[in-house]
């Protein structure tokens, strides 16, 4: 019923199912060690940028574009390359249809 | 369970006469069709797996349509069901009943309603004909009725300027699929004076003519599953389309890839592995092709969705990563037919078809959800929504751990088959297959810190959780997803099992229709 | 060989069509391509059930003899009606695209890319 | 499309009736004659067409609404599929010419080979013949409709 | 010329020339090498459909089922010319 | 060589110029009319190819419907292919 044989080994979600348990349950007992010091809606709540004025709530927020920046400049020359290829031209879009049946003809009837 | 033969064509039949009746319905009363429409599609739905029951049970059944005395079957059109049939059809009929549910909220503000309700019951009946025909032509025909009604569907927002231009590249890229698809049928048909898929395969040659209509079909409907690089219809459509529509196209897109299974497995799986060109086995030659086609969907689906800034693109390029998987486990099994992992690849490539039907699909619903609450789908203004949207960020959790592969939830399942099995073809494949599964996970934990995560933004302080009918249709697909993450031996034995012995059981297949056998 | 030059029609229509897809730029010049592959397709479809010195498969008051095959006869009508379908399709999503983008060049109608 | 010169019309509206009775015969022949619900439905919506054209699609569109028209095309669909479950019902199969042999409507057999044959003849063949050329009249004519109109609109919202 | 015409006229000529080779080993214009489908319509006609007209038996009778797939087509068609040019309630 | 024989020969070859035509014209409105030319050329066709049923068909949906659905869009749109 659960296990999976995939010819060298297996798959048995249940023991992942009791390990993510048992990380959870160690998770709330460590959490339930700490301090009960917290209080909502007062000076220790507030983020502390060094005496700096905090920035306006859409400025703190990482945009999506910029995530993995590091990343896409590192690759810059296959992303160049990529992009090219996603021209957005319909008549593009039946030149590589034309391209892939040229190798398969090439390859599979020759 | 046993179901008279006729359930076979009242699959077909019911959806059509339903669209042909919710026009009619549509002018009494616009709640009266919407509980219309989902009683059609649960009915057939509730027929589906009626079928699949027997099918399961009991093996191929086939229904000839106008026969008084089934002496010469083969003039008329048969419908020939197996298990690989009746997997594909859950797939759509599960699907497009969530995707009904799920528009009742979802699309109450538009306008002309009737219409579309009525093309979402087209593209059904010719989804369902497309799995469930054992006739060349048919196939054709009912890919045809999918293609345009899933265009309409696609330009259905038609103040949108980039809807309709999705629209027409699609339109565009079906219809000339569709066409080349009609070519290489006529060429089969001119050879062999007939259009009965068993048939066909019974007495195929694997001459010139047959090479080129192997090559034809093959890459016409792989065009039409979306793979790489003939893969660029599919972001446009996908990311245009209403969020109810997308996860149709899914299933729609996995129809044209049954297409290419049924072509590849069946129609030439008796000339196969039998046939050599110079010096290499066909299979093993087709097989490598699809491999490193796949290979190449896998690396650039990835590569591209990380940067993508609109939400529904950035699935749709997953769903490419995704649809590569499928072709790799297919490919390592048509590469190594026969072989002990061979197996094992094609159960991993079948049982990862219905899993990334549910994934991406319950993205997609994801994605419409926030559409819905926001009126935004550009990830860069997104923000902070996890705290109003509690249900559809657990959904949106659920949905991404499994597409990115993640224990114990069911990508996993199907992904651990896929890397086992291209293992032991070449180590290669299987590396950048888990990299490029590691990779997808990074593509949608940026989703997920872009979208809920951060600070709650001003302008989305009086975002709403999203109606009943969108949380339950999401709940729907979420717990088939966790079910079958759960019980993932149950499924393959019962379901992915069966399929799988059905693409290389041909001679089955064959000796249904053609008496005698080959 | 001389009395294939139908087969050979057959192609040239069809390369003709790819031909308008892929070097034309006009949107309505892509849908005239759609339209030349599938009447290639049809007149390939009849062509493959013609025999020679045959009559149409029509038995009120026909002369006798060998006939026409019927069944690429209907293959061809269904494939006629369903390429008016698609032609109608897509010339209506082409007036969309006029209203919104100004223009039928279809290398301006790229808004979705990359 | 805006309206024609009056002699245009006056051509169009008797020439009107023509087609269409050819159309309506071509159909109606269909088991017998070369012909039959597409081929009579095409040409009977080319006679719509060309009422449309010579009349302006204003004009038509204010004397037939496109949404009654949908309407029959959407009987003309159940009635096809209608003949067909009924073959399920009354026959062997989906689709199965049930009529055929019981001298019923439409229900003797002709001769075999070549000669005239009686109207009478073709089971449900003849049936849904009306109900596809109904179904490809309307369809064919509501698209020529719609997508004129919107022409002259979209022309009209440049200016 | 820019690099992509250059890769599409090679492309379309290896294409073309598949195309116009396919063409060539055609059976001959006007001989078919098999007709037991045909042949058996042909003969069986009048007999199963009453029908004096092939094309017609076959459309409606033989393969009646492709023949509600075309009529499908078409409805799909309208609804979607219909479906596009709607009016919009912005509008 | 019989005149049917002929005709095979240079029906087809009528059919190529005009589609060649269609896709070489400038002017949409004229390249729309050679497309109906060649449709009522394939009518023809089909004709001698002993298909009346389809050739009907052919030069119904094919040479008029099709040809009026072109003509009412070129007229909704821009006539010359060259214009922006």
């Not at chain 2, 009943?468 to 393959?492: H, N």
């Not at chain 4, 019902?89 to 009529?99: K, M, P």
């Amino acid at each position: 019923m659960f296990t999976v044989e995939t010819g060298s080994g297996f798959w048995n979600p249940i023991i992942w199912v009791i390990a993510i348990v048992v990380t959870f349950l160690l998770i709330y007992i460590l959490r339930s060690l700490g301090k009960k010091g917290y209080k909502k809606d007062t000076e220790q709540v507030k983020s502390f940028l060094s005496g700096n004025p905090e920035y306006p709530k859409e400025k703190m927020h990482i945009k999506a574009s910029n995530l993995y920046w590091g990343f896409t400049t590192s690759l810059k020359g296959l992303y160049t390359l990529l992009r090219k290829m996603h021209t957005g031209n319909t008549s593009d879009y039946v030149l590589w249809f034309v391209i892939i049946l040229a190798i398969f003809l090439l390859v599979e009837v020759i | 369970m046993n179901v008279p033969d006729y359930t076979i064509a009242l699959v077909v039949a019911i959806p059509l006469l339903g669209a042909f009746l919710t026009p009619l319905v549509g002018r009494i009363n616009d709640k009266l069709r919407n509980i219309f429409v989902i009683l059609v599609l649960t009915l057939n739905a509730f027929l589906v797996f009626l079928l699949a029951s027997d099918v399961l049970t009991t093996g191929i059944k086939t229904y000839v349509f106008g026969a008084q005395d089934i002496s010469y079957p083969i003039v008329r059109i048969l419908f020939e069901v197996d298990a690989m049939s009746i997997f594909m059809a859950i797939i759509s009929s599960i699907l497009v009943t969530v995707a009904v549910i799920y528009s009742w909220s979802f699309m109450k503000e538009n306008t002309g309603l009737d219409k579309y309700y009525t093309l979402i019951l087209l593209l059904t009946a010719g989804m369902l004909g497309m799995v469930l025909t054992g006739d060349m032509f048919n196939f054709f025909v009912f890919l045809e009725i999918t293609s345009i009604a899933s265009c309409a569907l696609i330009a259905f927002w038609t103040h949108k300027g980039e809807s309709v231009e999705a629209g027409f590249k699609y339109i565009v890229i079906s219809a000339m699929g569709a066409l080349f698809v009609l070519f290489a049928i006529a060429l089969l048909y001119g050879q062999y004076n007939a259009l009965n898929i068993a048939l066909l395969s019974s007495v195929i040659q694997y001459t010139f003519l047959d090479k080129i209509a192997l090559v034809l079909l093959i890459v016409a409907l792989a065009m039409k599953a979306g793979i790489v690089p003939m893969h660029m219809w599919l972001p446009d459509s996908y990311g245009s389309a209403p969020s109810s529509i997308s996860i149709i196209l899914v299933s729609a897109t996995l129809a044209s890839l049954y297409g290419v299974f049924r072509v590849i497995f069946t129609l030439y799986g008796n000339v196969l592995s039998k046939i050599a060109n110079f010096g290499i086995p066909v299979n093993v030659l087709i097989g490598w092709l699809i491999v490193a086609l796949a290979v190449i969907s896998i690396l650039i689906g990835v590569f591209m969705a990380l940067i993508q800034s609109d939400f529904k693109r950035l699935i749709a390029y997953g769903a490419v990563a995704e649809l590569g998987y499928m072709f790799l486990g297919i490919g390592t099994g048509i590469v190594a037919l026969g072989t002990a992992y061979g197996k094992t690849a094609l159960d991993g490539g079948i049982f990862h078809v219905i899993n990334d039907a549910l994934d991406v699909g319950l993205l997609f619903l994801v994605a419409g959800a926030i559409y819905y609450a926001t009126k935004e789908t550009s990830l860069d203004k997104l923000g902070g929504l996890a705290r109003n949207m509690k249900y559809t960020t657990v959904f949106f959790i659920i949905g991404f751990l499994a597409v990115a592969g993640m224990p114990p939830l069911n990508g996993f399942a199907s992904k651990l088959l896929i890397y086992e099995s291209t293992f032991q073809l070449n180590p290669i494949l299987a590396i950048v297959a888990i990299l490029c599964s590691i990779l997808l996970l990074a593509v949608f934990v940026k989703v997920f810190y872009s979208a809920f995560m951060g600070p709650q933004l001003p302008k989305f302080k009086d975002v709403k959780e999203v109606p009943k009918s969108m949380l339950f249709s999401m709940g729907i697909i979420a717990c088939i997803i966790v079910i079958f993450g759960l019980f993932p031996e149950f499924i393959i034995n019962n379901l992915v099992e069966p399929a799988a012995n059905a693409l290389i059981g041909y001679s089955e297949y064959i000796s249904q229709v053609v008496v005698g056998g080959i | 060989m001389i009395f294939n030059i139908p087969y050979i029609a057959v192609a040239v229509l069809i390369l003709l069509g790819l031909y308008a897809l892929i070097f034309k730029r006009n949107l309505i010049k892509m849908v005239i391509g759609i339209t030349l592959i599938e009447s290639g397709v049809n007149l390939f479809l009849i062509t493959l059930g013609y025999r020679k010195e045959s009559i149409a498969p029509i038995y009120t008051s026909s002369p006798g003899g060998v006939m026409a095959f019927p069944v690429p006869q209907a293959l061809t009508l269904t494939s006629i009606v369903i390429g008016v379908a698609v032609i109608a399709l897509m010339l209506s999503l082409v007036m969309h695209i006029y209203r919104h983008y100004g223009t039928l060049d279809v290398r301006k109608v790229r808004r979705l890319k990359e | 499309m805006t309206k024609m010169s009056k002699i245009v019309r006056t051509i169009a509206s008797i020439a009107f009736p023509f087609a269409m009775i050819y159309g309506l015969y071509v159909i109606a022949h269909g088991h017998l004659t070369p012909g039959g619900g597409f081929q009579g439905g095409a040409i009977a919506a080319s006679a719509c067409a060309m009422i449309l054209v010579a009349f302006g699609s204003k004009w038509t569109l204010d004397k037939i609404k496109e949404k009654r028209l949908s309407v029959f095309e959407s009987l003309g669909g159940i009635g096809f599929i209608a003949i067909a479950l009924l073959g399920l019902v009354f026959g062997a199969a989906f689709f199965n010419n049930f009529l055929t042999g019981s001298n019923f409507l439409f229900g003797t057999i002709p001769a075999t080979g070549s000669g005239l044959a009686d109207i009478n003849t073709g089971g449900v063949l003849p049936l849904m013949n009306f109900a596809v050329g109904l179904k490809v009249i309307v369809g064919l004519f509501v698209i020529v409709l719609v997508m004129a109109y919107a022409a002259t609109s979209f022309k009209e919202d440049k200016k | 010329m820019s690099t992509r015409n250059i890769a599409a006229v090679i492309v379309f000529s290896i294409v073309a020339v598949f195309f116009i080779f396919t063409a060539l080993l055609m059976h001959p214009f006007g001989v078919p090498d098999e007709s037991d489908m045909d042949d058996y319509i042909i003969d069986n006609t009048q007999e199963e459909t009453g029908a004096n007209n092939g094309v017609t038996a076959v459309v409606f009778d033989y393969r009646g089922f492709d023949t509600l797939g075309e009529a499908t087509v078409l409805f799909t068609a309208v609804a979607g010319v219909i479906m596009i040019f709607r009016r919009l309630k912005n509008d | 060589m019989t005149f049917l024989e002929l005709l095979h020969i240079i029906i087809p070859i009528l059919i190529v110029a005009a589609s060649v035509v269609a896709v070489l014209l400038k002017d949409l409105l004229a390249a729309v009319i050679a497309v109906a030319a060649m449709s009522l050329l394939l009518s023809l066709e089909f004709f001698i190819l002993q298909a009346p049923d389809v050739a009907i068909a052919q030069a119904g949906v094919g040479a008029c419907l099709t040809t009026a659905i072109f003509i009412i869009a070129i007229r909704a749109t821009k006539r010359m292919e060259g214009e922006v």
